[in-house]
């Protein structure tokens, strides 16, 4: 039986029903919710939810997107991101306020039968340093390759929690060596952030939104603008800054 936190209705932003896309507080709101559709991507595979008992589309849909690819480790052949489409709604105009037309989302760890090796495995490399060596990573890496030319860096976000994080950055540095600057939003990455001020580039840090905890990115607009809206009902899928499936 699926969890409340899984179910976008119970646990997700509902309260932005209007999207501004120049407030940064709702662009971190809905990178963390995309992120969270990875999360139920993977455990809607696990668990055989396809057609109308999937969980996941409402994650990206009820902000416009649509999943475009499902990215999938060649080991253990779970999915571990997912590339979604920004479809403009012909009622407003969204170009003035310039949303993504594509973004990269990794997931992190997921302690289930299906997947908790290989992500160990992953973790374990996050802390080694080496990375960038498992399959998982130059999956990634190409893929957000093949958006870049498709589409220019500037029209892409790269976002992940955990160890879909430490992947986000990764291929965002990876870009910036060829001279292209993706905008970028970590949740909870298994680094201090202080490696992230380490970054001699200026322009590679302003395009890093970095959030220590992913709860902060979920309730923020709750704060600000609804204040009616207990903090705890926004993104309570987020305990701790743990998403779903952890």
């Not at 910036?176 to 298994?190: A, R, S």
Request: net charge positive; proline share 5%; glycine share 4%.
């Amino acid at each position: 039986m699926a969890s409340e936190r899984e179910i976008f209705s119970f646990s997700g932003p509902v309260y932005l029903t209007v999207h501004d896309w120049r407030n940064p507080h709702h662009r971190r709101s809905v990178a963390a919710s995309l992120v969270q559709g990875v999360y139920i991507l993977e455990c809607d595979r696990q668990q055989n939810r396809q057609g109308h008992q999937a969980l996941a589309p409402p994650w990206w849909s009820f902000f416009h997107f649509q999943l475009i690819r499902e990215l999938v480790d060649d080991v253990d052949h779970s999915i571990f991101g997912a590339i979604y489409k920004f479809k403009f709604p012909p009622y407003c105009n969204y170009f003035v306020q310039n949303p993504p037309r594509y973004v990269v989302a990794f997931r992190g760890t997921i302690m289930k039968p299906d997947t908790w090796l290989q992500d160990l495995k992953l973790d374990r490399k996050v802390i080694q340093n080496s990375l960038q060596q498992s399959t998982r990573f130059q999956v990634a890496m190409q893929a957000v390759q093949d958006m870049v030319a498709i589409a220019e860096a500037a029209n892409i976000w790269l976002t992940g929690h955990s160890l879909g994080s430490a992947i986000a950055l990764l291929a965002g540095k990876n870009m910036v060596k060829i001279g292209c600057f993706v905008e970028t939003y970590l949740f909870n990455p298994p680094f201090p952030s202080a490696l992230i001020e380490e970054i001699k580039n200026e322009k590679l840090k302003h395009r890093i939104r970095f959030t220590n905890n992913v709860v902060t990115a979920g309730i923020a607009v709750a704060v600000n603008c609804h204040h009616q809206i207990k903090k705890m009902t926004c993104f309570r899928y987020y305990q701790a800054g743990s998403p779903t499936c952890l």
